[in-house]
């Protein structure tokens, strides 16, 4: 699913993933939190199942590489969202950029894992690239996990748990 125009910076992105799919995408003009609390409500309503599954929405951060120089139209967003900068090298900076998941479909893979099936990312977005890494991380994170990797993960967890134990052993 490509996107028909150029994405207007500090437009906001929807876009919606479920088991490894884009379900849908599209960028809007309005107040970020605002187009959260009504996406929140509709996949609330229209996609949630809560016999089935926990409802979150989750506040998180993604990063938006600028080249220099950066144009006035994408400095003033950032003024005015209080965007964090950072510079990455002479030519770059680093837009630390508000994300938010709501996340409507839920599976508890063991004890400690789940696996996200079914996603809506809802962000502030520069470029056309933000959108396309957006979309991306969504699909990603919504495919199935491989067993062996969980198992791997599990080991993996379990040695770092042991670590301080021999350590402790080791001094009696």
């Known amino acids: ?19 490894g799919k884009l379900v849908s995408r599209e960028v809007v003009d309005g107040d970020l939190q605002e187009i959260v609390k009504k996406n929140a409500i509709k996949y609330a309503q229209e996609k949630w199942e809560p016999t089935f599954s926990d409802f979150m929405v989750m506040k998180d951060e993604y990063e938006s590489r600028l080249t220099i120089p950066i144009p006035k139209e994408i400095t003033e967003i950032v003024k005015k969202n209080n965007i964090q900068l950072r510079r990455e090298d002479s030519n770059t900076f680093v837009a630390i950029l508000p994300v938010y998941y709501i996340i409507y479909e839920s599976l508890k893979i063991d004890e400690d894992n789940y696996h996200d099936r079914g996603i809506v990312g809802v962000a502030l977005v520069l470029s056309d690239e933000d959108v396309e890494n957006l979309t991306n991380i969504l699909i990603e994170s919504t495919k199935k996990p491989i067993i062996e990797e969980l198992k791997i993960e599990e080991l993996e967890e379990e040695e770092e748990k042991e670590k301080p134990k021999k350590k402790k052993q080791s001094k009696s």
């Open 1 to 19: 699913m490509r996107l028909r125009e150029m994405v207007n910076p500090g437009q906001i992105a929807v876009i919606e993933a479920n088991m």
